[in-house]
């Protein structure tokens, strides 16, 4: 038996990424997912062995779904571990991503429930820092910029915006410890 084409298996990668597409989340789109399907379909296409017996659609439908599958996982800022914590807690999966960013450690669900309801004061301790500071903070939590992204916006170093992220996340450490 010949080995397969990419042009004769499109149709499995088309299927796969609408089939997926429908339910991730918006910043995932319908060519990322097709992008990696084909990434998958071309590691199919190597690795297919005729020998094991099995139809190369079946095998390359895994494969494709697979690669589609990684790619949401690296793309998503909604890791698996906040997402398996949502859907078991049903708290607010935004507020768990900061207060563990900003404070650097993993939030048991336990401590999840103190920290929603300390939510208004980690707003009001933002809101108490420089608008650097807190624009600083947006752009590199919130919007995923890069220090070096963010220091050229500013017209400053790298290092200076390092230092104005630091400086910020402990003055809120601070201002919540006090209460």
């Known amino acids: 038996m010949k080995k397969p084409r990419i042009n004769d298996h499109l149709g499995l990668v088309r299927f796969q990424a609408t089939r997926l ?20 379909l071309d590691d199919a296409i190597n690795k297919f062995d005729n020998k094991k017996k099995v139809k190369f659609s079946t095998y390359a439908s895994i494969r494709i779904y697979g690669a589609m599958i990684d790619e949401m996982r690296e793309t ?10 949502y ?15 900003v404070f650097e450690k993993s939030v048991s669900v336990t401590k999840q429930r103190y920290m929603i309801g300390r939510s208004a004061d980690l707003e009001r301790a933002f809101n108490e ?15 995923g910029l890069t220090m ?20 910020a996340i402990e003055s809120l450490k601070t201002m919540m410890r006090a209460g």
């Open 129 to 143: 820092l420089s608008m650097r500071e807190r624009k600083v903070l947006q752009l590199y939590y919130h919007d």
């Open 148 to 167: 070096w992204e963010i220091a050229d916006l500013f017209g400053v170093t790298e290092s200076r915006i390092s230092q104005t992220c630091l400086g």
């Open 87 to 101: 859907k078991k807690t049903g708290f607010p999966v935004r507020e768990m991503l900061t207060y563990s960013k």
């Open 21 to 40: 597409n429908k339910r991730t989340p918006p910043n995932i789109t319908y060519d990322d997912l097709y992008a990696a399907g084909l990434v998958g």
């Open 76 to 85: 998503s800022w909604l890791t698996r571990w906040y997402s398996d914590r």
